[in-house]
C-alpha cells in the first residue's frame, strides 16, 4: 500500500508531497518529524521519498518549522501542526493520521498536513476595523450574535457526545448557557446520571446542525485540492493543488465561518478539549480555531471568474455523484 503525505504551510506556498513506507510511519508523530521531513532534503529525493522538482520547497518548509540552539534542532514553540484539519498530537503514531482513499481505479492511504504560524490577536471578520461609524455598530452586533451562536452550537454539542454536566453544582461558566437552552426546552435533567442531556426538541436542533453540516462537506468537500494549470484545466484532488473551500464558499453565498465551524463539530475536530468550558464564550477562543480562514485564499486573490470555473466545474463532477441523485 502506498502512503502519500502532503505537507504545505498555512498559506500554500509550499508544498512537498512525501510518498513513504509503513515502517516509516511506525513511530511517534514528533519522531516523524525530526527524522523524516526535518532529514537531509537531497538524501529524500533520492530514495524517491519527494520529487527533485520539490527540494526547495522543502527545504522552505524545514525553514518554517525548525530552529536551532545549542543542543540541536527543536521545533518551533510558536509552530501549530494540523493532520486532516486536526491539531497533531506529537505522540500519537503517524500512521494512525492516514486515511484510505482512491485515485484512478488505484487504492492508498493519505495524510494532509499544514503547518501554521499562531497569532490569537491578530484581527478577524469577527470585528477588526476602527470604531465609531454606523457599519461598525452594525458588525459589532453581527459578531457578537454569532459568537452567541457558536457558544450555543458548542454547549449544545458537547451534551449531545456525552459531557457530563453536574446539576448539583454551581457552575458559572454554564449559567448563561443553561439559562437559555432550558427556556427553548433544548436541555433537561438526566435524574439517573443526575447531568442534563438534550430533549427531544434539542436532540432535533442538533441533528438540522450536522444534517447542515454533513451537506456542506458533499457539495465543497471536493474543492479541497483544486489543480488549475497554466492553460486554465481545472483537476480535483491531484495531491498538487490548493484548498479552495472556503472562497469557493464565499463566492457561492454561504459564511464560511458558520460552515467551517459546522463542519470542525460534525468532525469531532475539537470533542478532545477538556477545557472547553472555560473559553467557548470568549471571541478569542473561535478565532483560534477558525485561523485556517484568514489564511485561506481570497476571492479577489483568483479572480471570480477563476473561481466561477472552479464552482461550475465541481458541480459538473458532483452531478455524477450517486449522493446528488
Known amino acids: 500500500m502506498e502512503y ?43 530514495d524517491g521519498v519527494i520529487a527533485e522538482g520539490q527540494i526547495d520547497d522543502l527545504k522552505s518548509l524545514q525553514q518554517m518549522i525548525f530552529d536551532r540552539d545549542a543542543e540541536g534542532a527543536f521545533i518551533r514553540d510558536e509552530l501549530m501542526i494540523y493532520v486532516n484539519n486536526r491539531q497533531l498530537d506529537p505522540d500519537s503514531q503517524m500512521l494512525a493520521s492516514f486515511t484510505a482513499a482512491e485515485r484512478d481505479g488505484k487504492q492508498y492511504m493519505r495524510c494532509d498536513c499544514a503547518i501554521s504560524y499562531m497569532d490569537v490577536k491578530k484581527a478577524t471578520a469577527y470585528g477588526a476595523g476602527a470604531a465609531g461609524t454606523d457599519a461598525d455598530q452594525d458588525a459589532t452586533e453581527e459578531d457578537a450574535e454569532k459568537l452567541q451562536t457558536f457558544a450555543r452550537m458548542m454547549f449544545i454539542h458537547q451534551i449531545a457526545i456525552g459531557f457530563q454536566i453536574d446539576v448539583t453544582k454551581d457552575l458559572p461558566e454554564f449559567e448563561d448557557s443553561i439559562a437559555e437552552s432550558e427556556k427553548h426546552g433544548w436541555i433537561e435533567i438526566d435524574v439517573q446520571k443526575a447531568a442534563y442531556k438534550l430533549t427531544a426538541e434539542g436532540a432535533k436542533m442538533y441533528d438540522a446542525w450536522m444534517a447542515e453540516a454533513q451537506d456542506l462537506i458533499k457539495r465543497y468537500d471536493i474543492y479541497g485540492d483544486v489543480d488549475i494549470n497554466s492553460d486554465g484545466t481545472i483537476r ?22 458558520r460552515a467551517r465551524y459546522l463542519i470542525g463539530l460534525n468532525d469531532g475536530e475539537w470533542d478532545t478539549i477538556k477545557d472547553w468550558f472555560m473559553d467557548y464564550k470568549t471571541q478569542g477562543w473561535y478565532e483560534v480555531l477558525l485561523r485556517d480562514i484568514e489564511t485561506a485564499p481570497a476571492v479577489d486573490d483568483l479572480g471570480s471568474d477563476t473561481i466561477r470555473r472552479v464552482l461550475d466545474k465541481g458541480k459538473e463532477q458532483l452531478r455524477m455523484d450517486t449522493r446528488f441523485r
Open 4 to 46: 502519500l503525505l502532503s505537507l504545505t504551510d498555512d498559506k500554500r506556498e509550499h508544498l512537498t508531497v512525501f510518498t513513504l513506507r509503513e515502517i516509516d510511519l511506525k513511530r511517534t508523530a514528533a519522531d516523524f518529524f525530526f527524522d523524516v521531513v526535518g532529514s537531509d532534503v537531497d538524501e529524500l529525493a533520492r
Open 236 to 257: 480535483f484532488d491531484t495531491k498538487l493543488g490548493r484548498d479552495l473551500r472556503i472562497p469557493v464558499m464565499e463566492f457561492d453565498g454561504v459564511d464560511p465561518f
